[in-house]
Structure formats: C-alpha cells, structure tokens
C-alpha cells in the first residue's frame, strides 16, 4: 500500500527536514525573530526602584555613614591639634592648686583657640558647605532642595540650635545617641540635618 505525504495548507516542503514553524515571523528554536535580538551585554532594565535606596538621590551621591563618621572625628581632632599646644606652652599646672585653681585663666586659654577654630568652621561652612574635614573628604552639605546653606541653615539651625538642645537637662542623656542614630535611615540625614532641612552629598 502507497502513503501519500499529505501537506497542511501554508507549509512548505523543506528539503532539509528542518522543522517549519506555523507562526510567520516565530522561530520553532525559540529564538527571537530578527530585530528583536537579545543582547547579553545590556545595562539591565531598571525595575522603578528608587535611586536613593542605593545611596544616592536627585541631587547626587549621598555621602556615606562611614565617610561622615570620619568626618567628624577629624573635626573633633582638628580642636585638639589647635588647643593642646597652647595649653602646654601656657599652662603652668605645676603651680596650680585643688583648693584655688586658676579658672579662668584655664578657660580663656582653651576657650579662645577653640572659639577661634569655629569661627573658621562656621564661616567655611556658609560660604561653602564644607567645613576643614568636609573638604578633605570630599563631602559638602546642602540643602534638601538642592541649594547651598547659608549661615543660617548651615550653621545657626544645624550647630548653634542642636548645640542648645543638647545642653538642656535630661535631654542632654539621650540626644546625642538619637541624632547619631538617624543617620541610618535612607536619606543619610542626622538629627541636626533634619532641624536644619541639609543633607551631605560626596563630590
């Protein structure tokens, strides 16, 4: 008994016996049709995913939590390197007694190279928003807005009101340790920086 081959209708016969897909553009491989190619080296599509979540927002990279830490304690070191040699070429403490120390003395020779290394800190800060570590790092601050501080939003409302608030009473215990603490939320932004409306960009 003869077989006759019968066709589907828009098929047509394929001498090399490689399978024909029914679907005009589709391929029976599974690849995609031409102009539709896949690239293997393309930047991965972004899911809408928040580009502050990575560290950054619309007006730059935020300065890390680790770069800010350093930043302060080279500030607090910078006071120190200014008035530890004062205090030891001015200071007599041999002849300074328990029972009458000379007060005021101590203070003006520790408050007024302190006083005068803010002076700089504030005036670098409100021209521009970086104080000695700040530049050193690398590190500005600037408003939420994206604007540059002033001296009131730099430093009236970010060190002088802070400052004030921690010097008050029982608050004194515990605000340290929650503006320390808030710099862990996703705008990298401190206690103060929220009183103040800044945040800190790298450069």
């Known amino acids: ?4 081959s019968q066709q589907q209708p828009g098929f047509s016969p394929n001498p090399y016996g490689q399978p024909q ?3 005009p553009g589709h391929s029976p491989y599974g690849q995609a049709p031409a102009g539709h190619a896949h690239n293997p080296y393309a930047a991965p599509i972004s899911d809408g995913a928040p580009s ?3 560290g950054m927002d619309q007006h730059g990279v935020l300065a890390s939590r680790g770069s800010r830490f350093v ?6 070191l910078i006071y120190m390197v200014v008035v530890l040699p004062v205090m030891l070429l001015t200071v007599d403490f041999g002849s300074m007694s328990a029972a009458d120390p000379d007060v005021i003395g101590l203070y003006a020779k520790v408050g007024i190279p ?4 803010a002076i700089v800190q504030w005036y670098l800060i409100s021209t521009t928003g970086q104080s000695l570590a700040k530049k050193m790092l690398g590190m500005k601050i600037i408003k939420t807005t994206g604007e540059d501080v002033n001296f009131v939003s ?5 060190n002088w009101v802070p400052a004030f608030i921690g010097s008050i009473p029982l608050i004194n215990m515990i605000f340290p340790l929650v503006n320390a603490l808030y710099i862990f939320g996703d705008e990298h932004q401190c206690l103060h920086d929220k009183i103040a409306g800044t945040k800190v960009i790298s450069l």
């Open 71 to 76: 930043g302060s304690i080279l500030d607090g």
């Open 154 to 158: 730099g430093v009236l409302l970010r």
């Open 114 to 117: 302190m006083l005068l290394v």
């Open 1 to 4: 008994m003869l077989f006759r």
């Open 21 to 23: 897909s029914p679907y």
């Open 52 to 54: 502050w979540q990575m």
